[in-house]
């Protein structure tokens, strides 16, 4: 297996940068959208053959150093005994929880069809198979808020209304999450990702409160952990309180600024609306985002959140191939 993501994400020497691409199993992909011609969302996370096709999709047409679980974020659900819907143009609609006593434990037989998809990609696979779930935070606004929200005030009023609370509901989802990402390991991925892309929504007081929750889900994963959030620039000093994590940022502040704080091996961070301009236009970002990942002790390339729909795949095939190549010359220039 070529290792070359691994080896970045602990913090070890790589021959050129590492690159795989957040959403880069769905959307934008002519044949991924040929597949939604016949199958939903939801019936494509459960049938263990259509997920594996979509998790190698992009694998064939790009030289990834590494391949993403297709699933969905509030899959756990399932293994809780709740239900979900995929809302065209809303995103996911959920029957709204009052109090974590409404919540089961997580039956995790109930998501063997995920744990099946990773040991039959593990037998093709020659690059690593990351893994993800969500943050206690993001699974906990979706649970209150019943769907996507602008400001998840919700989740936030909790805090102030009703700390106990807010402390056994995180604890929970942090403790059935970690476990999912457990089983995930056994089943044999070779990193996890955890998304919280609505963090940025918090104060630093409420974020502060989150950092153990957040600790106590990563601590038992043997494997390397990216944690990634959007908008948290304003949290740095608690974010980087977080031990054992490879750093995802998204797109609204360089890497340079990052570094200042966070002295550990990061992820991103290009703006995914770069891609939708030609190559020429958007390789002088690519440059840029290369060469300050150098001065971090590991540096993973990637957008700094989903790739967009619209992204021509050509221009995808382009940034690889341009990630490389100056991910070489960086290593041959400080060597």
Known sequence: ???????????????TTPIWIMRQAGRYLPEYRKLRERYSMLEMCRRVDL?????????RRFDLDGAILFSDLLVPLWGMGRDFELVEGKG?????VERVDDLSPLDLSRLDFVLETIRRLKKDLEVPLLGFTGAPLTFAAYLLEGRPSRDFARVRALFYRDPEHFHALMGFLARELSRYLQAQVEAGVDAVQIFD????????????ALVPHIQRMVDPLTVP???????????????????????????RMPLSAWRKSWQGPIQGNLDPAALLAPPEAFLPAV???????????????????GILPI?????????????????RREQERQT
């Not at 297996?1 to 021959?15: H, K, S, Y």
């Not at 996911?92 to 709204?96: D, E, G, L, T, W």
């Open 1 to 15: 297996m070529r290792d070359r993501l691994i080896r970045a994400l602990r913090g070890e020497p790589v021959d």
């Open 51 to 59: 997920a594996v096709e979509v998790t190698l999709q992009p694998l």
């Open 311 to 327: 992204t021509p795949p050509e221009h995808v095939a382009r940034l690889v191939e341009a990630v490389h190549e100056l991910g």
């Open 225 to 251: 952990v990216i944690y990634f959030s959007t908008g948290t620039f304003h949290l740095l000093p608690w974010l980087s309180r977080l031990k054992g994590v490879v750093l995802g940022v998204d797109w």
């Open 197 to 208: 892309s609505w963090a940025g929504a918090l104060p630093p007081e409420i974020f502060a």
């Open 287 to 305: 440059r840029r985002v290369v060469a300050a990942g150098r001065t971090f002790s590991g540096h993973v390339f990637n957008l700094g959140h």
């Open 92 to 96: 996911p609609v959920v029957r709204p």
